[in-house]
């Protein structure tokens, strides 16, 4: 059984701070991992996407990837108040051919 | 921009009953998806389907689960025999090519709440 574990949180930060959302998968072979942005209610809303090690930028977020840990992480500069959401992280197992395995998120606060 | 759109919104259905999931994928997109998210739950897949056929399915799509794309535009998510815990959030997605590949990635609709009574 393929796995992608986060913590559920919540973790609280106040505005302005960096959020540090981690994630661990299971499958070594995996090549390509995904953070998604869920609002209550709503659907996931990609916000970047890393296959290498190391960090990929956009903006106000980071990505990090270490394959040899099988750790990715998400991290949120400046953090808003409309931050505020369910951040999960999905990942394409090696096998499959396109297809996602979500973790069960991580909810963030951002007081103001 | 373009998106995924679902209909119905939601829905409230019977034990027993038929439902059928309507989506419209973004209109260059080949790859086609369900996935599901029981309330509380992780997002989790039920379906893919390229060109015309199931390219995957997990253990949750069994056969009380179809799939069609009748016409060139709707793709749709039919569950013969409703049971209770058919009750989740349907999500059709959809990808240009295969996920992971030229960044490939995997656009979700704003789903359909099924209620199953």
């Known amino acids: 059984q393929k796995e992608v574990e986060q913590n559920s949180g919540p973790l609280s930060v106040p505005e302005g701070a960096i959020a540090s959302l981690n994630c661990t998968y299971s499958?070594?072979?995996?090549?390509?991992f995904f953070w998604y942005r869920q609002y209550s209610g709503k659907s996931p809303e990609l916000i970047m996407f890393i296959y290498s090690n190391g960090d990929k930028e956009d903006g106000r977020f980071t990505a990090q990837l270490n394959k040899a840990s099988q750790y990715v992480s998400l991290l949120i500069r400046d953090s808003q108040p409309s931050d505020s959401a369910t951040y999960l992280c999905a990942v394409k197992p090696d096998s499959g051919y396109s297809t996602l395995t979500f973790g069960k998120g991580t909810m963030l606060l951002v007081s103001p | 921009e373009p998106e995924v759109t679902q209909t119905p919104s939601h829905q409230v259905t019977q034990m027993g009953q038929e439902v059928i999931l309507r989506c419209v994928p973004i209109s260059n997109h080949l790859y086609f998806y369900w996935y599901r998210q029981i309330l509380g739950q992780k997002v989790e897949f039920l379906v893919s389907?390229?060109?015309?056929?199931?390219?995957?399915k997990s253990e949750i799509f069994d056969d009380q689960f179809s799939v069609e794309r009748p016409d060139g535009s709707n793709f749709t998510l039919k569950i013969r025999s409703t049971k209770l815990e058919d009750s989740a959030m349907y999500f059709c997605a959809s990808s240009e090519g295969v996920v992971g590949v030229s960044g490939n990635t995997i656009y979700f609709g704003e789903g359909s709440w099924l209620t199953v009574v």
């Open positions: 499958d070594r072979g995996s090549q390509s």
């Open positions: 389907f390229y060109n015309n056929e199931i390219s995957e």
